[in-house]
């Protein structure tokens, strides 16, 4: 059983187009995670939720919205994408406060836009 | 802002031969976690060290974390070809803003040649 998915696992879209990443976690932890790994593997957080709350939004550009339907699932949408938006997108979660307990990533979705 | 410097980028060595990687900071983070990712999965957790000074070992990998809780390195020993991947420090913040927050280094991909 995968802990932590995400869909689609890979996105090729043009400039302008809208679009929404999924992620699910079967491990009934509290904390969800989206982050940023650039072309370089620099991992950067963006949002965190905790049972449908949102903590934490770092400085991402308001194209990007997540939401959280429940606890389990973590979605992202991604409105008037740009170049600068390709990377790869990993959802991820926790049990508790992160550094402290373990963080489960997902697969990751590589979005390509061209 | 938070900033963990990681280094060396690359590393290409011979099976056998002994490696450090360091993760430096001005920073004082509350833990230091490594992870290691393959390609096209997400990172997995290596292991957390949560007090100054503490040393943990995992089989062939030594992990320190620094007196001040502001560094960490790790090292391997005899490094085998089955070690090869991208390895990411991460801290997490200790308070403020940081709080409930991973910090990423810039990560180490690591070839180990047969």
């Known amino acids: 059983d995968t802990a932590v998915s995400q869909t689609p696992k890979y996105l090729v879209t043009q400039m302008g187009n809208d679009k929404s990443i999924k992620c699910e976690q079967n491990l009934g932890h509290d904390t969800m995670y989206w982050y940023k790994q650039d072309s370089k593997k620099f991992l950067k957080i963006m949002f965190s939720?905790?049972?449908?709350?949102?903590?934490i939004n770092e400085t991402v550009p308001n194209r990007f919205s997540p939401k959280s339907p429940d606890k389990a699932h973590l979605n992202l949408h991604i409105n008037s994408l740009e170049l600068g938006d390709s990377a790869v997108y990993f959802c991820?979660?926790?049990?508790?406060?992160?550094?402290?307990?373990?963080?489960?990533f997902g697969p990751g979705t590589r979005l390509t836009v061209t | 802002t938070q900033l963990l410097e990681q280094s060396p980028q690359f590393l290409s060595i011979q099976e056998g031969e002994n490696l450090t990687v360091y993760c430096n900071s001005s920073s004082v983070f509350s833990s230091l976690q490594w992870y290691r990712q393959e390609p096209g999965e997400g990172p997995v957790l290596l292991v957390t060290?949560?007090?100054?000074?503490e040393v943990k070992k995992l089989k062939r990998l030594t992990f320190q974390f620094g007196d001040a809780r502001k560094d960490s390195s790790l090292h391997i020993t005899a490094a085998q070809p089955g070690d090869t991947g991208l390895y990411l420090c991460?801290?997490?913040?200790?308070?403020?803003?940081?709080?409930?927050?991973?910090?990423f280094g810039q990560g180490t991909i690591l070839t180990v040649h047969p």
């Open positions: 939720y905790n049972n449908k709350e949102l903590i």
């Open positions: 991820a979660s926790s049990q508790g406060v992160v550094g402290l307990y373990e963080q489960y």
């Open positions: 060290v949560v007090t100054g000074g």
């Open positions: 991460a801290g997490a913040g200790a308070g403020g803003t940081s709080y409930g927050k991973l910090t």
